[in-house]
């Protein structure tokens, strides 16, 4: 498996990528929704997907997201742009 994506100057975008990863994270996953959904309204409740991204992105920190920038142009930018729609 290739540890390279395919690369776009959109970074505000989105893109389908498949993991392979130990069936035990996927059931902890799923639990995790399972609990999260099961007060929620419907349309407040969340994916796997969802709960896999945000804890991909709480590992980013603000001064990451400043350094990276003058790497990849404009990411800051796009985590503002998904931190915003997170929020609604």
Known sequence: M???FRRSGD?????TVE????????RLFEHQV???NAEAGE????????????HLAEHI?????????REIPGVA??????????KT
């Open 2 to 4: 290739s540890s390279r």
């Open 11 to 15: 970074v505000f975008g989105r893109e």
């Open 19 to 26: 993991f392979e990863l130990p069936r035990f994270l996927l």
């Open 34 to 36: 399972e609990r999260a």
């Open 43 to 54: 349309s407040d409740c969340v994916t796997v997907n969802n709960l896999v991204e945000l």
């Open 61 to 69: 920190s603000l001064a990451d997201l400043a350094m990276l920038d």
């Open 77 to 86: 930018a796009a985590a503002e742009a998904w931190l915003n729609d997170a």
